[in-house]
């Protein structure tokens, strides 16, 4: 007999089944069903585990193995790339921008896809976790342009990515790479990128095993970072930085 994902119970704060309970096909899809709220979301996130919507069913929940991740020093930005960025007039701030960027994430068109799993729901409950100063973005600006950004969950010292975009080319690099050094700055390790793909294989992803995810995202949400806005911690800062090598040596050249 085939088996089927676990029921969700409709307490906001009851426990997710294990993680190791996922199926394997479709990979990782652990429960079904449940809400978006708070409570739930950041319990879904401290055990590795996420909400990622399909039009037609209920809400689905999921902790793939293996897991996409990138190690905060270990963001690659090909040489070309880098040699562009040294005559960039961007900027890139946080927590400035996020209803905007979830927004443009919604919205960006993606090769394959139809449609988008971030649905009004979605938007709805991540700004009510960036409100609560759970959820944060990265912004990339050209002057007053918004031209690419990234979207996630911290908790403790690890950040969960959602989703990014680009207006224009290389917007959606320049904000994974500079969310990725101030993280590998303040002693983050790890940036969860869930689930694999060509172009963030391209940007210096790794595979996890999910045994291995699961233990170091334990360890990490379990120390103390106080939730808030990040605009001041992040700073505002030139993406030209990019280019040159990381304070400590670590800048995940190509």
């Known amino acids: 007999m085939k088996r089927l ?50 039009d037609g069913y209920p809400l689905l929940w999921w902790c793939p193995d293996p897991r996409t991740v990138f190690r905060s020093d270990g963001v690659r930005l090909g040489g070309k790339f880098r040699r562009g960025l040294r005559r960039c007039d961007w900027t890139l701030r946080a927590d400035t921008a996020f209803a905007e960027v979830i927004g443009a994430c919604a919205r960006v068109p993606r090769r394959g896809q139809g449609g988008t799993w971030i649905t009004a729901e979605m938007e709805a409950a991540y700004l009510r976790l960036h409100r609560l100063g759970h959820a944060h973005s990265v912004e990339v600006y050209a002057g007053d342009a ?16 959602e989703s990014m975009f680009s207006a224009r080319s290389g917007g959606s690099k320049v904000a994974l790479a500079g969310l990725a050094r101030r993280l590998h700055e303040w002693g983050w390790p790890l940036l969860d990128g869930q689930v694999e793909n060509p172009h963030l294989l391209s940007l210096g992803a790794e595979s996890m095993p999910r045994a291995q995810f699961l233990q170091r995202v334990a360890g ?11 605009t001041e911690r992040f700073g505002r800062w030139p993406a ?15």
């Open 220 to 230: 990490l949400c379990a120390l103390h970072e106080p939730p808030g806005s990040w």
């Open 146 to 161: 918004l031209v690419g950004g990234i979207y996630g969950v911290a908790i403790g010292r690890m950040f969960f990515g």
């Open 240 to 254: 030209a930085q990019l280019a040159e090598p990381a304070p400590g040596g670590a800048d995940g050249r190509t």
């Open 5 to 54: 994902p676990a029921l969700l119970s409709p307490d906001p704060l009851a426990p997710f089944p294990p993680a190791e309970r996922a199926l394997d096909e479709p990979d990782g899809l652990l429960a079904v069903g449940g809400d978006l709220s708070p409570e739930r979301l950041l319990n879904a996130y401290r055990h590795g585990i996420f909400p990622w919507p399909s």
